[in-house]
């Protein structure tokens, strides 16, 4: 018997501990492990990126073997990624715990979990480093460098990228002239019959701007206008119910408080045949254009047709389409009138390049040294708007070295080369996304989470590329501020496309051309980077899916995934999910950063009630639009959450455990109510708008300890809480935006003269009763913007702003001032860009003095019945090119006529 204890005594010594003391060493290494792990991903994301490149250049063949390593690599790093999150959230949860009873008794159970799971994370490691080696020995090398595309343009620098105008001007629409006064001619003038006129040609030509050009021109010509994009995945009902808007919108502009108009919730509610009535009894005896922008289906017109009734009073209706199919279905029962939109000739595209090549570089001409090349590069082009503008954005560089630009075009034709199959836009498109920095490839890709031609809001955008960890810190930027670079980058390569601006001139939404949509949808594909769901696949079938976009059937597909690879859910729809669909999600995506719910999707039930399970890396969520009451008591969980919106949703309280979220930098409300805690959050960098008329004093108080803020608004602010006020705004050094809305009753205004220092303020908007103009906000040396609204002041406070040296933006609108002139003071305002006043019921005279407004650019004057005559001063001003005057008396309308000419503005 002894015997036998000495052989197993020796076989256990032999055998069974090195593989333990392997396991123990493997363990004690995971920490050291994950933090390696972390330095590569960089790295390996790199190679990815150049393997792509390489894979567009390839033939098709070696292309498909290259799109399969790409594959490989792509989920090598999923693989280690997850690694990195499963041990993040393993070690948080350990810190929970008192670390000094791990021996005890008592934690005995949780220390052998501990060790368990970082054996299971070592085990792991080691499957990723085994598959990590293999790529890297078929590759050659782990450095990105080493990777090298056979074509494509390399090493085009952007670090001296400039500033352009975000949007284009008239001067900078080329080619266009023929056939815009063509299609204006159509539209202003021919039969009384409804007619569909239609601009067909392939995808690049320009359709859409040279529509909206056109449509810009002759709206006024018409009582009623709407441009509604269609897009290949679009409801009836969708459409009918965005025109309705944008009629009742109208309509309440010209007719304030007018009793027939249907409410948004009234819309929301009707089906398709009762918005296709009251779409008629919209238009019935109006003359209306309604613009329908990119319509592929020929089924359009058919379902379309009903609601657009003809009253024989010249009504028109301007489609875009690419499909000449699209034009003949519409002929069975409409008047139709078609322009096929042709390719510039190279003397026209050669100016579009220039503009864009050369800025206000040169006057606008080519140098003697590019002017040969610049006509072999722009004739790869073909005439196509889209690829010069895309082209002309790769070469903007202010050293215009000739070598480089030969070198360019050599690898431009090599890339056009490869892939014949494709247009020149598309494949053009495809060097451009191959030509960016890798710092930008993911930001752009990211537009593919969005369905096509959607609109997505800058703000929001920003936020969610930080929260999927795209933006780099830079040193004296805050990531906001380095997000907004790589995106005004994007806009400056013309590869993302301004839809909208504030009324402060910055943009407001963006989107992608749909050619360049498709482009990404590919990339996306490629690499894994996203997946737009649709009801007809089985994605328990697609792969490891990395970031999921769901913008019909939500229930049936949410309900279906079960998938811990995703980062990132979006739900575009307002199919309503099942209680028990949302409730599985904190375990279905336990690996979760960002959440974003829109539309109705959820609409009858608290979601999450329960509790927000393992979601504890959630950095961005959005009830955005939603119908939920209450947060759940659970939220605390989310303890690196940074973005939480619940603008438009009905949240009416918040929870005691939300003041918890001490990572929390950005709380996106209206009138949220919260508590003196909201002091805890001192990572708040924007809050807005919370009350701040319960518990005043407390509320106060606990603001003033969050001095990262950088944008505020308060609502509700009591008059009796003006120190209150006072003191916050003063130990608020970094505040960047200030919103301040006071109770709206007319005996109620509030004394806000007091002392204050705000250094980087640039943003103020005051809502509701003034006893005086606020002093200290004539002192603002940052002020860029400032707004207000039912402030009711009777003395003019122009003449207290004129010598603030950045005031680019001034709107005085509703009843904010109840005086009867308006001056603006010699020589005042030398920065002045935009004026808006609107809603001044007693106001009857406007004086621009000598000197005043110098580089005033837009003046919009709305609803202002007593003011009878045009702004003196107003022909004076050197660099206005917009004015707009709406709703203004017919004597005011008169006199503007008698005396248009002297002005050469766009005039609405």
């Known amino acids: 018997m002894d015997k036998l204890k000495e052989i197993a005594a020796s076989l256990a010594v032999d055998y069974l501990l090195p593989p333990l003391k392997k396991a123990v060493n493997s363990v004690m290494e995971v920490p050291k492990d994950v933090a390696d792990m972390k330095d590569k991903l960089d790295g390996i994301q790199a190679i990815i990126h150049d393997a792509d490149k390489m894979a567009a250049a390839e033939d098709s063949k070696s292309r498909d073997e290259i799109k399969a390593k790409v594959k490989q690599l792509v989920e090598t790093s999923f693989r280690m990624e997850d690694i990195i999150d499963e041990y993040t959230i393993h070690e948080e949860k350990q810190l929970g715990d008192d670390p000094g009873c791990a021996a005890l008794p008592c934690k005995a159970i949780d220390f052998v979990k501990t060790t368990a799971s970082r054996l299971q994370f070592a085990y792991m490691n080691e499957d990723v480093k085994s598959e990590f080696g293999g790529i890297k020995e078929r590759n050659g090398s782990e450095d990105s460098s080493q990777i090298q595309s056979s074509g494509g343009n390399q090493n085009v620098p952007f670090d001296n990228l400039r500033m352009a105008p ?51 021109q002759v709206r006024t010509h018409f009582t009623l206008h709407a441009w509604i994009t269609v897009s290949q995945s679009y409801t009836i009902e969708g459409l009918l119910r965005n025109m309705l808007l944008k009629f009742v919108e109208e309509e309440k502009r010209v007719v304030e408080h007018s009793q027939s108009v249907p409410t948004m919730d009234q819309i929301n509610k009707m089906d398709k045949w009762s918005l296709t009535d009251e779409v008629r009894n919209h238009l019935r005896h109006k003359r209306y254009v309604v613009v329908f922008d990119d319509v592929w289906n020929t089924l359009f017109w058919q379902e379309m047709e009903f609601a657009l009734i003809d009253d024989e009073n010249g009504s028109r209706i301007l489609m875009t389409t690419r499909n000449q199919d699209v034009v003949n279905s519409c002929k069975r029962s409409a008047v139709i009138q078609v322009h096929e939109l042709q390719p510039l000739t190279l003397e026209k595209s050669l100016e579009l390049f220039y503009t864009k090549a050369f800025g206000s570089d040169f006057n606008g001409r080519c140098p003697s040294n590019l002017k040969d090349i610049s006509t072999e590069i722009v004739k790869k082009c073909q005439g196509l708007p889209l690829a010069i503008v895309v082209i002309g954005c790769l070469l903007f560089d202010e050293k215009r070295e000739i070598l480089k630009w030969q070198r360019f075009y050599q690898n431009l034709s090599c890339e056009l080369g490869k892939n014949p199959s494709l247009s020149p836009v598309k494949r053009i498109l495809g060097f451009s996304y191959h030509d960016l920095p890798y710092n930008l490839k993911p930001c752009f890709l990211y537009f593919g989470i969005y369905p096509e031609d959607y609109k997505v809001e800058r703000g929001r955008l920003i936020l969610q590329w930080i929260a999927e960890g795209f933006v780099k810190s830079e040193a004296t930027k805050t990531l906001e501020e380095v997000a907004e670079k790589y995106l005004n980058e994007l806009i400056q390569r013309s590869l993302v496309q301004v839809s909208s601006f504030t009324k402060g001139g910055q943009i407001k939404s963006c989107g992608v051309h749909d050619l360049v949509h498709e482009i990404i949808r590919e990339k996306n594909e490629d690499l894994s980077f996203c997946h737009s769901a649709s009801e007809r696949e089985n994605l328990s079938r697609s792969g490891m899916i990395r970031r999921l976009t769901i913008a019909s059937g939500s229930n049936n597909l949410v309900g279906s995934v079960v998938n811990s690879n995703i980062r990132s859910l979006h739900v575009f729809s307002d199919e309503e999910l099942s209680e028990s669909s949302v409730k599985r999600m904190p375990t279905n995506y336990r690996l979760l950063r960002v959440l974003h719910f829109e539309g109705d999707s959820l609409y009858n039930y608290v979601p999450l009630t329960e509790n927000f399970g393992d979601l504890s890396l959630l950095t961005y969520l959005s009830f955005r639009n939603s119908k939920i009451v209450n947060l759940p008591k659970s939220i605390d969980v989310l303890h690196n959450l940074e973005t939480l919106d619940l603008r438009e949703s009905h949240v009416l309280m918040m929870p005691r455990e939300f003041y918890k979220l001490k990572k929390l930098r950005h709380l996106l409300g209206f009138r949220l109510p919260i508590e003196g805690s909201i002091g805890d959050l001192t990572s708040l960098e924007t809050l807005c708008e919370v009350e701040a008329n319960h518990d005043t004093e407390e509320v106060m108080k606990g603001l003033e300890r969050l001095t990262q803020l950088r944008v505020l608004g308060l609502t509700l602010v009591p008059p009796h809480h003006k120190s209150s006020l ?101 020589r005042g305002f030398q920065n002045l860009k935009q004026i808006l006043l609107g809603s001044l019921f007693i106001l009857k005279s406007i004086v621009i003095e000598d000197g005043a407004l110098p580089s005033l650019e837009k003046f919009k004057l709305v609803g202002i019945p007593e003011l009878k005559e045009v702004p003196s001063g107003l022909y004076k001003l050197p660099k206005l090119e917009v004015f707009h005057a709406i709703n203004m008396s017919d004597e005011f309308q008169e006199n503007f006529n008698l005396n248009r000419g002297q002005g050469q503005w766009i005039i609405e």
């Not at 629409?173 to 003038?189: H, I, S």
């Not at 019959?193 to 239609?198: D, E, L």
């Not at 030509?205 to 909206?212: E, I, P, Y």
């Open 166 to 216: 975000l949007y284009l001007k008239e001067a900078e629409v080329v080619g266009f002239d023929g056939p815009r006064d063509t299609l204006e001619k159509w539209l202003k003038e021919g039969q009384e019959k409804r007619t569909v006129i239609s601009v067909v040609g392939m995808g690049g030509l320009g359709k859409t701007t040279l529509a909206k050009k056109v449509f810009d």
């Open 726 to 826: 006072c003191s916050l705004i003063n130990k608020m050094q970094r505040l960047d935006k200030l919103y301040i809305t006071t109770p709206l009753a007319l005996f109620m205004r509030i004394d806000l003269q007091f002392d204050v220092c705000a250094p980087v303020l640039q943003k103020v908007r005051i809502v509701g009763g003034l006893k005086e103009f606020p002093n200290w906000v004539a002192k603002l040396q940052n002020l860029v913007t400032l707004s207000l609204r039912r402030t009711y002041l009777t003395v003019d406070p122009l003449p207290l702003l004129k010598e603030l040296p950045y005031l680019s933006s001034l709107f005085i609108n509703r009843s904010a001032y109840e005086g009867k002139v308006l001056q603006f003071p010699n």
